[in-house]
């Protein structure tokens, strides 16, 4: 019943796809494969919505891109998953890439030979969320301050891409993190007009926040993927689309939260843009907890 | 020799190349599509070479036009397809231009 679920998911995140978006990510939105289109996209495993720019132009080594983002509160789509709390946040990203590190510029006209492209950028991004912080061991207060949170990233990162059905991707970097995910979503009540004796009815006024010892540390990403389109000819039955297996790995090696997951993502792409990610099913295991979400995209562009 | 300005698109999932006359067009990305111009003096024939990479079964299309003024721009080549197992596909190829590609075609 559950495989069954877990089909009609997968073939579920096709609907939300009007438009389509690049995207290869696990559920959490991290990626060590960076792509290079124009996208508006949506990750509702995630909760992410993100507009990106990329400027480049072929006879170039060099070329940039922007992004800008917003996150709601919690993912929405993770159907197994331990409850992982997040504030909403928003932030943007700059990319710098170099293209053409190991991998030769094509030769141009016939003999081209396989293709093969590699690119190596340097990502730096930044964002902001705000959220209520409930100390262990405190007294419930109604004059507790919003806690503040300034996230910097720094990610190197190597792509490659070969024979026309592969794509490769390693990063690793250093970003300020907290340790919501690791906190427990409560509510505060304050009571603003008590009930009668013996009644049990009351007007509370509730205010969200996270209970527990809050952290803020450095950690040191390590991510990679590897993509493998399928032949054209394997179709999910109803639909057209080409489909790509990536297999990945997300590990921090910060010593403060030091840890390692990994898994598999299954995407259905455009057929006519294999790059497009219309939805995709991503299952990690951490060691510990066995994570199963949805992933899908919206692009405007093509 | 009339000097004219070649319009370059094309259409793939990975970068993509096009020589006129052995010189590089620089095409500029928006998603999936790359265009790019180049101006130059032509007298009856233009080289064109291409190098267009992508994922493998996924559709390329290769126009070079010229653009007239208050028309359809006139048609040089065109090529398109499906990109191959390996990626890439490449050929080059010479095409007779007419000093003013946008003069209508006489009726035979």
Known sequence: ?302 | MPTITFQCAISSTMVSYINLQGKPVPLHQSGTNWTGSLKLSVTDTLDIAYTITGITESPWTLAVTVDCPGGKPASIFSANGNIPSGGSVGDTKTVKVSANPCAPKSEP
């Open chain 1, 1 to 302: 019943m559950r495989l069954l679920f877990l089909i009609a998911a997968f073939v579920a995140t096709g609907l939300f796809g009007s438009a389509q978006e690049s995207l290869y990510q696990s559920g959490n939105g991290e990626t060590a494969i960076y792509l290079r289109q124009s996208t508006t996209a949506v990750n509702l495993g995630d909760s992410k919505a993100s507009v990106a720019y990329i400027d480049r132009t072929n006879i170039h080594p060099y070329s940039w891109g922007v992004e800008a983002y917003a996150t709601a509160n919690t993912g929405v789509a993770s159907l197994f998953a331990s409850t992982q709390p997040k504030a909403p946040e928003g932030g943007g990203s700059g990319t710098l890439v170099r293209h053409y590190i190991l991998a030769k510029r094509p030769v141009v006209g016939a003999g081209a030979g396989p293709a093969k492209e590699d690119w190596l950028l340097v990502d730096g991004g930044y964002g902001r969320s705000s959220f209520y912080i409930y100390p262990t061991n405190a007294a419930p207060s109604t004059s507790t301050a919003k806690t503040s949170f300034e996230r910097f990233r720094t990610i190197l990162a190597y792509n490659y891409f070969a024979g026309g059905d592969r794509i490769l991707g390693f990063a690793a970097g250093a970003e300020r993190r907290n340790n919501l995910s690791n906190l427990k979503s409560t509510s505060q009540q304050t009571v603003v007009v008590a009930g009668a004796p013996g009644s049990t009815s009351s007007i509370v006024t509730t205010q969200a926040g996270y209970y527990g010892n809050y952290k803020v540390y450095i950690a040191a990403p390590i991510y990679t993927d590897a993509l493998f389109y399928l032949p054209g000819k394997v179709m999910v039955p109803g639909f057209d689309n080409r489909i790509g297996v990536d297999l990945f790995t997300r590990s921090d090696l910060a010593a403060v939260n030091r840890g390692s997951a990994g898994g598999i993502g299954i995407f259905l792409f455009k057929k006519s843009d294999p790059l497009s990610s219309i939805g995709g099913l991503t299952a990690s295991y951490d060691g510990t907890n066995f994570q199963v979400s949805l992933t899908a995209g919206i692009c405007f562009s093509k």
